[in-house]
């Protein structure tokens, strides 16, 4: 069974940084992608950042410029480093993981989420 071990949300001010971490554990072939999501109280889930084996990286458009994901694909770690955090980067962040358990399957996992609360 894969699971993922998030870390590094709290407390910051407007302006401030934070640095997310997840780790992936278990039994996994091959990593396809890693990314972040995150969900606002009474908004939908939506994607953060996300990069894939071959280090692609997509961003969603309100967080270009502010923040950098980053994979040690030898440890299953993905990184979030969020710079200029706004109030309303404000929410609950999720690790996402894609990966291949066997050859020539693909499954998906999703971490507990860390809080991440931006004050003005």
């Known amino acids: 069974q894969v699971q993922l071990v998030e870390s590094g949300g709290g407390l910051v001010q407007a302006g401030g940084s934070l640095r997310l971490s997840c780790a992936a554990s278990g039994s996994i072939f091959s990593v396809n992608a890693m990314g972040w999501f995150r969900q606002a109280p009474g908004n939908e889930r939506e994607l953060v950042a996300h990069?894939?084996?071959?280090?692609?990286?997509n961003y969603a458009d309100s967080v270009k410029g502010r923040f950098t994901i980053s994979r040690d694909n030898a440890m299953n770690t993905v990184y979030l480093q969020m710079s200029s955090l706004k109030p309303e980067d404000t929410a609950v962040y999720f690790c996402?993981?894609?990966?291949?358990?066997?050859?020539?399957?693909?499954?998906?996992?999703w971490g507990q989420g860390t809080l991440v609360t931006v004050s003005s």
């Open positions: 996402n993981l894609l990966y291949s358990p066997t050859f020539n399957t693909n499954l998906e996992v």
């Open positions: 990069i894939t084996s071959g280090g692609v990286t």
